[in-house]
Nanobody, 114 residues
Framework: QVRLVESGGGLVQPGGSLRLSCAASGFTFSWYAMSWYRQAPGKERELVARIAPSGSSTNYRDSVKGRFTISRNNANSTVSLQMNSLKPEDTAAYYC???????WGQGTQVTVSS
């Protein structure tokens, strides 16, 4: 069955960096675009970044452009999110998602605070 396991979250000071990873299994990873979403307390879940099946194209929400980088490794079915210059407003639970498939993993918490 489909499984997505996110990791790499934690507590970081403003301006710091974190790298999130998502291990995927149970489907043909290289066939699907993958995305990272986040949800802050009391707010709706929002799309952060998306990467095409081949990795040839990426898209980002405006607030993270130039700071976050999404990447994927189809050989080992992982998708990553490198987050630099983190801000307190980046604090949220982060989730990876298969495009077009309504399935969510457990997420990983990112807290940006001094």
């Amino acid at each position: 069955q489909v499984r997505l396991v996110e990791s790499g979250g934690g507590l970081v000071q403003p301006g710091g960096s974190l790298r999130l990873s998502c291990a995927a299994s149970g489907f043909t990873f290289s066939w699907y675009a993958m995305s990272w979403y986040r949800q802050a307390p009391g707010k709706e879940r929002e799309l952060v970044a998306r990467i095409a099946p081949s990795g040839s194209s990426t898209n980002y929400r405006d607030s993270v452009k130039g700071r976050f980088t999404i990447s994927r490794n189809n050989a080992n079915s992982t998708v990553s999110l490198q987050m630099n210059s983190l801000k307190p407003e980046d604090t949220a639970a982060y989730y990876c998602k298969i495009s077009g498939v309504e399935y969510w993993g457990q997420g990983t918490q990112v807290t940006v605070s001094s």
